[in-house]
């Protein structure tokens, strides 16, 4: 087997479960594709494609950028979220482009996730831009075991160069939600992509890493934003700016 099919294969592998676990088998075939769209692990497309017999197929698509460094369970997520975006097309009604509306948030708690606008509860379940957390005893959380407990998942590829997600968009409460869960499970589930291939060639994308902090002066409470460990100075009150 190619590369190229071992790496869709598992994406069809997780696909075709999720289908039959948490649809009931109601979504069409689609096309994968990797993408490295900024600040999106994926994506869906409806009737990207179509064959010269006028056929017409979905496209979901998932960024290689930030899987290498996201737990197993959060490629899942991403996964399942967008074949709710798929169910919504075939069997409801989409919002706007880009509006995650109110069937579509039902039917995420239906299938074990939370919609929100944060990625943590207390968040908005709807809106333009939307996240989301695994809920703790749900269908999902259920599923992702039996997936994981039935076959090693994992994807055979990796993209090198693996992007970090900013801190502040991470849902810290895996372990939480996972409830009763064997240690083994867990951390087949919470282990990132590159941990479970035991991988020394990946090379950390050091520029997503950088989360801007701010800078004060005391004189004039002047403030600018930029990387940690950066030497300001504000030229009018001429005083070092302290960092945050």
């Given at each position: 087997?190619?590369?190229t099919?071992e790496l869709?294969?598992?994406?069809?592998?997780?696909f075709?479960?999720?289908n039959e676990?948490?649809?009931?088998?109601?979504?069409?075939?689609?096309?994968?594709?990797?993408?490295?769209?900024?600040s999106?692990?994926?994506?869906?497309?409806p009737?990207?494609?179509?064959?010269?017999?006028?056929?017409?197929?979905h496209?979901?698509?998932?960024?290689?950028?930030y899987?290498?460094?996201?737990?197993?369970?959060?490629?899942?997520q991403?996964l399942?979220?967008?074949?709710?975006?798929c169910?919504q097309?075939v069997?409801?009604?989409?919002?706007r482009?880009?509006?995650?509306?109110?069937?579509?948030?039902?039917?995420?708690?239906d299938?074990?996730?939370?919609?929100?606008?944060?990625?943590?509860?207390g968040?908005?379940?709807?809106?333009?831009?939307?996240s989301?957390y695994?809920?703790?005893?749900g269908?999902?959380?259920?599923?992702?075991?039996?997936?994981?407990?039935?076959?090693?998942?994992?994807?055979p590829?990796?993209?090198?160069y693996?992007?970090?997600?900013?801190?502040?968009?991470?849902?810290?409460n895996?372990?939480?939600?996972?409830?009763?869960?064997?240690?083994?499970?867990?951390?087949s589930l919470?282990?990132?992509v590159?941990?479970?291939?035991?991988?020394?060639t990946?090379?950390?994308?050091?520029?997503?890493?950088?989360?801007?902090?701010?800078?004060?002066?005391?004189?004039c409470?002047?403030?600018?934003?930029?990387?940690?460990?950066?030497?300001?100075?504000?030229?009018?009150?001429?005083?070092s700016?302290?960092?945050?």
């Amino acid at each position: 087997m190619t590369p190229t099919s071992e790496l869709y294969s598992s994406l069809q592998k997780s696909f075709d479960f999720f289908n039959e676990t948490l649809f009931d088998r109601g979504l069409p075939t689609v096309i994968f594709t990797v993408q490295r769209q900024k600040s999106v692990m994926g994506y869906f497309a409806p009737d990207r494609w179509a064959s010269k017999e006028g056929k017409n197929c979905h496209e979901i698509a998932i960024n290689p950028s930030y899987v290498g460094q996201a737990a197993i369970i959060e490629l899942f997520q991403t996964l399942v979220h967008e074949m709710v975006h798929c169910w919504q097309h075939v069997h409801g009604t989409p919002g706007r482009r880009g509006y995650h509306n109110k069937e579509w948030a039902k039917k995420m708690k239906d299938v074990g996730l939370m919609p929100s606008t944060t990625g943590r509860p207390g968040g908005k379940e709807t809106g333009e831009r939307m996240s989301d957390y695994p809920i703790a005893g749900g269908l999902f959380i259920d599923k992702c075991k039996t997936l994981v407990s039935s076959e090693s998942f994992i994807l055979p590829w990796v993209d090198r160069y693996a992007r970090v997600t900013p801190p502040n968009e991470v849902f810290e409460n895996y372990s939480e939600v996972l409830g009763d869960t064997d240690s083994v499970t867990v951390s087949s589930l919470t282990s990132t992509v590159s941990e479970l291939l035991q991988s020394e060639t990946l090379v950390i994308d050091t520029a997503a890493q950088k989360v801007k902090s701010k800078y004060t002066c005391q004189g004039c409470k002047a403030n600018v934003w930029g990387r940690s460990g950066l030497n300001i100075s504000c030229d009018d009150c001429d005083l070092s700016m302290e960092e945050n």
